[in-house]
């Protein structure tokens, strides 16, 4: 019976430490604000603590903007991150960052985080 009891503690613990996760990473979430700060504010406000303002007159939407769209999904960030939007057609489009898979959902992460 002592091992049932245990066994039954042990599972609310376990269910309890899966609920009290953050839903996203936090280590993507830091690592995705450490390229928001350094590859993505040349154009984009990344993040209010970034050193330097983006490059780019006006500036790309800036991710907290990008987050509070009501139609900004993990899988739509990813979608776009992924595809080209830049070509002789959209001379200004965002260029293609070339971020790994990884990196790419480290930003996202980041992004999504800055909902409020």
Do not use: W
């Not at 990473?25 to 450490?34: E, I, L, S």
């Not at 769209?69 to 002789?88: A, I, P, Q, V």
């Not at 960052?97 to 480290?106: A, F, G, H, K, S």
């Amino acid at each position: 019976m002592r091992a049932f009891n245990l066994a039954v503690v042990g599972l609310y613990l376990a269910i309890g430490a899966a609920l009290a996760q953050p839903p996203e990473n936090a280590d993507d979430v830091r690592k995705g604000h450490d390229l928001a700060v350094t590859i993505c504010a040349i154009c984009h406000v990344g993040a209010p603590d970034q050193a330097n303002k983006p490059i780019m007159k006006p500036p790309a939407p800036s991710f907290e903007s990008i987050a509070r769209r009501k139609d900004t999904t993990e899988e739509s960030l990813l979608k776009f991150m992924n595809t080209t939007h830049r070509g002789l057609d959209n001379p200004l489009g965002m260029p293609n960052p070339d971020l790994m898979d990884y990196q790419v959902r480290q930003v996202v992460a980041f992004i999504l985080s800055l909902r409020k």
